[in-house]
């Protein structure tokens, strides 16, 4: 991989890192490797592609935010180890990040991830989603469910004026996109093909 394929992602979402930043996502990854994937948090076939499947697909999420300021809130649903949601809370310092998961487990894992960070703009709850109340301006979720399963949680807790963006694995465009804006990300950013579903609210 390039070393500057952070970089070339965050121009392509409109923001630039600084070498602080650099530096958190290059701890964030180590971490990933030397806590993450050993706890179970990932698969061990994922070590090698830490650095652009993991961490610069993160940043791409940011691509489906459209306003000129980033937003005040983003709330992350099923985030495991920190995926989507630490990535782009280094990216986005100015915006409070709030990482959800049901698992004790993934939530002690992205809680101490974010104590070796020092990440002061993250907070991590253990919460079923359907159990959140209130709403937010920004929604990510990654590989979590299908978008149709997704969309009544989304809705309920999408601000006005909000964009709610998902990921996947997707090996093509997601078929299962009724209300959803498709986004082709441009190919030689990551290492394959990726695709970003956004519902406006």
């Known amino acids: 991989m390039k070393p500057d394929r952070w970089q070339r992602v965050a121009d392509y979402v409109g923001r630039q890192?600084?070498?602080?930043?650099?530096?958190s996502l290059r701890r964030y990854q180590e971490w990933l490797e030397g806590e993450a994937v050993p706890a179970g948090g990932l698969g061990p076939a994922e070590t090698h592609r830490l650095e652009d499947r993991h961490i610069a697909d993160s940043l791409l999420f940011y691509a489906g935010w459209d306003h000129?300021?980033?937003?005040g809130v983003i709330w992350d649903l099923g985030t495991g180890v920190g995926l989507p949601g630490i990535p782009l809370a280094v990216l986005l310092p100015e915006t409070e990040t709030v990482l959800v998961d049901r698992s004790g487990a993934r939530v002690d894992l992205a809680k101490r991830a974010v104590r070796v960070l020092g990440l002061d703009n993250v907070t991590v709850l253990q919460r079923e989603i359907g159990s959140m109340e209130g709403e937010a301006p920004m929604l990510v979720a990654r590989a979590l469910a299908s978008p149709p399963r997704l969309d009544p949680v989304l809705r309920k807790h999408l601000a006005e004026g909000g964009r709610a963006v998902l990921g996947g694995s997707w090996i093509g465009p997601p078929e299962d996109r009724t209300g959803w804006e498709v986004k082709e990300i441009p190919r030689d950013l990551?290492?394959?093909p990726v695709w970003l579903l956004i519902m406006r609210a």
């Open 190 to 192: 990551l290492d394959r």
């Open 68 to 71: 000129p300021a980033p937003p």
């Open 17 to 23: 890192i600084s070498p602080g930043q650099r530096e």
